[in-house]
Each structure stands twice: as structure tokens, then as C-alpha cells.
């Protein structure tokens, strides 16, 4: 094995190593011996040709690690260095260039047969689009481009004949994040939920509790697309509430199955999710009083749900993030607290 090789799979153990770390200096240490060896791998491959399926690995490895140490600096100069050399590293591992243009509209889009290369590359412009929101043109292109890299990656696992769980994941997330930063009747949320349940019924173990909590969070942003609920059908009622109560059967299954991914999906970098949003059903207007006991729950039983969801999300965030509630589900929890006094009260009468 030559030189380059060995210094290529130290990076590449060390980058394993580091995703099992659990403390932030742990990872962080390991990922900076990584990058070093990575780059000290390429400076000894650079004679090689561009098409030299090693140098294209060690290229994507490097792109994608220095993709992983971004989430580590706050200030925006050491963020935005890091994003800038893994868009350069993981293009180069794909001999594509960075131009206004989106990248699918260049000639050698798809020529490198390297699905790993392209799923990252879709990874780092969907990051790219959210620490990039106050530019709506820039987020627009991230987005494009990392729906069509993370397509690439599937067509071509697919065309293996391997199903290529982790990029379609990964683009129902695009889908999700690009609905949330613009339109949601672009249809982008029904993408991302094709995306979210195709994986979930292809993880016949059902293992993948980080997919499975984004479906959740789909089916509830579906149930709330409609901002005015006063002339929508009852089937479309039904709908909606239908989408909503999936959403909070999905929270409830990996708030058993995994609750400190639960817990610290509300802080992790790159895709915060709120636990708030566990509360779905209540999210729905009563406006509609006409059509909606003939559907719904006990409202009582709603807000009971609600109540000790959140009390058990403030003992889950004490053991595994060692702190008490925030102010804001201090409020809810208070708010939840005097509804259910309220019911109580009227059934007494």
C-alpha cells in the first residue's frame, strides 16, 4: 500500500471514530486529525489524473470532513472557509466546477459514477441553504442543487440495484427544509413524505429513528397547510387531523424507541427540530365545531396527551441534557395545566 493509501484510510478510521465520539472535543479532535491526513494524502496523490478513482475518494473524503467540521465553529468566517473547501474538494471529486449555473446543467454532471460523492455533495448544499436564508437567491440554488445531487446518488445506487436509503432520506430533508423556507403548496412537503416513507418501509428492522422523526414532522406540517380552515370540506378536515395524528404516533414511537435523539434533535446542527411541534393535534382550530366531533378525539384526552407529553419532555431534557425547562415550555406547560383544570371543571357540571 503506498504512502497516500495509508495516510487515506488513518483519515478514514479516524472519521469513523469521530461519529461514535460522544463528547464535542472528542469529535472535534478527531475530525481535525482527519482532515490533516486527508490533506496530507492529497498532496502526495496530486500527480495522479483527475478520473483516478482513489484520488476521487480521497477528494470526497476530505470535502465531506471538512463538511462535518463546519457545525463546530459559531463565527461565520470559520464556518463559511470550511463550506467553501468542501464544495471545492467534493466538485473536484466529481470534476464538476462551481459557476452561477446550476450544476446539473453542466457537461459532466453524472460522468463521475460515484453515488457516495454525490450524496454528501447534496448534504453540504442543503446546510449551505439553511446558514445561507437571509439570501433567498443563494438558498433557492442550494436547495436545486442538493435535490439533484442527492437524485443523482440514488439513480445510481438504484442502477447498482442497492437502495439507497441515506440519500432519499436525506433529499425528503431538502424537500422538508425547502418547503419550510418558501412555498408550501409547491408540493415539496408530499415529496419529502414519499421520500420519509419510502425509507421507512424499506427499514424492515425499523432502526432509522432520525427518518422516521422527519416523517413525523412532515405529516404534520401536510396537516397544516391551510392556513384558513373555514371553507375547507370535511374530507379535507379529516384529512389534515388524519396527518396530525400520524405526526404525534410518529413523535410518541421514537420517544420510545430513542429519546435522547428525541431530545436532541431541538439543538443538533444541521436540522434542529422543535419538540413543541409534539403537541400536533392541538395545532388544528376548533373553529370548525360544526364538523369536527364527528372525527375527532376526546378534546380532553387531547389536551391530557399534550399536558404530560410535555412534563415528560422536560424530565427527558434533564437526563440527557442537564438542564431544566426553558420559559417557553415552562409557558406551555402552564397553559396545558389550566386547560385541563377547565375540563375538569365542566365535566363536574
Same mark, same amino acid.
Given at each position: 500500500?503506498?504512502?497516500?493509501?495509508? &495516510?487515506?484510510?488513518? %483519515? @478514514? $478510521?479516524?472519521?469513523?471514530?469521530?461519529?461514535?465520539?460522544?463528547?464535542?472535543?472528542?469529535?472535534?479532535?478527531?475530525?481535525?486529525?482527519?482532515?490533516?491526513?486527508?490533506?496530507?494524502?492529497? =498532496?502526495?496523490?496530486? =500527480?495522479?489524473?483527475?478520473?483516478?478513482?482513489?484520488?476521487? +475518494?480521497?477528494?470526497?473524503? &476530505?470535502?465531506?470532513?471538512?463538511?462535518?467540521?463546519?457545525?463546530?465553529?459559531?463565527?461565520?468566517?470559520?464556518?463559511?472557509?470550511? &463550506?467553501?473547501?468542501? !464544495?471545492?474538494?467534493?466538485?473536484?471529486?466529481?470534476?464538476?466546477? +462551481?459557476?452561477?449555473?446550476?450544476?446539473?446543467?453542466?457537461?459532466?454532471?453524472?460522468?463521475?459514477?460515484?453515488?457516495?460523492? #454525490?450524496?454528501?455533495? %447534496?448534504?453540504?448544499?442543503?446546510?449551505?441553504?439553511?446558514?445561507?436564508?437571509?439570501?433567498?437567491?443563494?438558498?433557492?440554488?442550494?436547495?436545486?442543487?442538493?435535490?439533484?445531487?442527492?437524485?443523482?446518488?440514488?439513480?445510481?445506487?438504484?442502477?447498482?440495484?442497492?437502495?439507497?436509503?441515506?440519500?432519499?432520506?436525506?433529499?425528503?430533508? @431538502?424537500? !422538508?427544509?425547502?418547503?419550510?423556507?418558501?412555498?408550501?403548496?409547491?408540493?415539496?412537503?408530499?415529496?419529502?413524505?414519499?421520500?420519509?416513507?419510502?425509507?421507512?418501509?424499506?427499514?424492515?428492522?425499523?432502526?432509522?429513528?432520525?427518518?422516521?422523526?422527519?416523517?413525523?414532522?412532515?405529516?404534520?406540517?401536510?396537516?397544516?397547510?391551510?392556513?384558513?380552515?373555514?371553507?375547507?370540506?370535511?374530507?379535507?378536515?379529516?384529512?389534515?387531523?388524519?396527518?396530525?395524528? !400520524?405526526?404525534?404516533?410518529?413523535?410518541?414511537?421514537?420517544?420510545?424507541?430513542?429519546?435522547?435523539?428525541?431530545?436532541?434533535?431541538?439543538?443538533?446542527?444541521?436540522?434542529?427540530?422543535?419538540?413543541?411541534?409534539?403537541?400536533?393535534?392541538?395545532?388544528?382550530?376548533?373553529?370548525?365545531? =360544526?364538523?369536527?366531533?364527528?372525527?375527532?378525539?376526546?378534546?380532553?384526552?387531547?389536551? $391530557?396527551?399534550? #399536558?404530560?407529553?410535555?412534563?415528560? !419532555?422536560?424530565?427527558?431534557?434533564?437526563?440527557?441534557?442537564?438542564?431544566?425547562?426553558?420559559?417557553?415550555?415552562?409557558?406551555?406547560? =402552564?397553559? #396545558?395545566?389550566?386547560?385541563?383544570?377547565?375540563? #375538569?371543571?365542566?365535566?363536574?357540571?
Amino acid at each position: 500500500m503506498s504512502n497516500y493509501q495509508e &495516510l487515506a484510510k488513518k %483519515g @478514514a $478510521e479516524k472519521r469513523k471514530a469521530a461519529f461514535q465520539e460522544k463528547s464535542t472535543r472528542g469529535i472535534f479532535a478527531l475530525l481535525s486529525d482527519a482532515l490533516k491526513d486527508f490533506q496530507d494524502a492529497l =498532496d502526495l496523490a496530486q =500527480d495522479l489524473p483527475n478520473n483516478n478513482r482513489k484520488k476521487q +475518494w480521497i477528494l470526497a473524503h &476530505l470535502g465531506a470532513t471538512h463538511h462535518s467540521m463546519a457545525h463546530f465553529y459559531p463565527d461565520e468566517d470559520n464556518k463559511t472557509f470550511h &463550506l467553501n473547501k468542501a !464544495r471545492e474538494f467534493l466538485l473536484r471529486a466529481l470534476n464538476l466546477e +462551481w459557476t452561477v449555473k446550476p450544476l446539473s446543467e453542466q457537461a459532466n454532471w453524472g460522468t463521475v459514477n460515484y453515488a457516495w460523492g #454525490y450524496a454528501h455533495l %447534496g448534504e453540504l448544499f442543503t446546510y449551505r441553504a439553511l446558514v445561507q436564508r437571509r439570501e433567498p437567491q443563494e438558498e433557492q440554488k442550494n436547495y436545486q442543487n442538493a435535490i439533484d445531487s442527492l437524485s443523482m446518488a440514488i439513480k445510481m445506487e438504484l442502477e447498482e440495484g442497492d437502495n439507497y436509503t441515506w440519500a432519499i432520506s436525506h433529499r425528503g430533508l @431538502a424537500y !422538508r427544509q425547502r418547503a419550510t423556507s418558501f412555498s408550501r403548496e409547491s408540493g415539496d412537503n408530499d415529496r419529502a413524505r414519499m421520500d420519509f416513507e419510502r425509507v421507512y418501509e424499506l427499514d424492515v428492522k425499523k432502526e432509522n429513528h432520525w427518518n422516521a422523526l422527519y416523517l413525523g414532522a412532515t405529516y404534520r406540517a401536510l396537516g397544516l397547510e391551510v392556513d384558513d380552515i373555514s371553507h375547507m370540506s370535511e374530507e379535507q378536515l379529516k384529512e389534515a387531523y388524519i396527518y396530525l395524528k !400520524r405526526s404525534l404516533a410518529f413523535f410518541e414511537w421514537v420517544a420510545d424507541k430513542n429519546p435522547e435523539l428525541l431530545v436532541r434533535m431541538e439543538t443538533l446542527e444541521p436540522y434542529p427540530l422543535h419538540l413543541h411541534h409534539l403537541d400536533a393535534p392541538l395545532a388544528l382550530p376548533r373553529e370548525r365545531t =360544526d364538523i369536527m366531533p364527528s372525527f375527532m378525539i376526546d378534546e380532553h384526552e387531547l389536551i $391530557e396527551e399534550s #399536558y404530560n407529553f410535555y412534563n415528560t !419532555r422536560e424530565e427527558l431534557r434533564q437526563e440527557f441534557l442537564k438542564d431544566g425547562p426553558t420559559p417557553e415550555v415552562q409557558v406551555k406547560i =402552564d397553559q #396545558y395545566y389550566t386547560l385541563l383544570g377547565q375540563r #375538569y371543571a365542566q365535566q363536574k357540571e
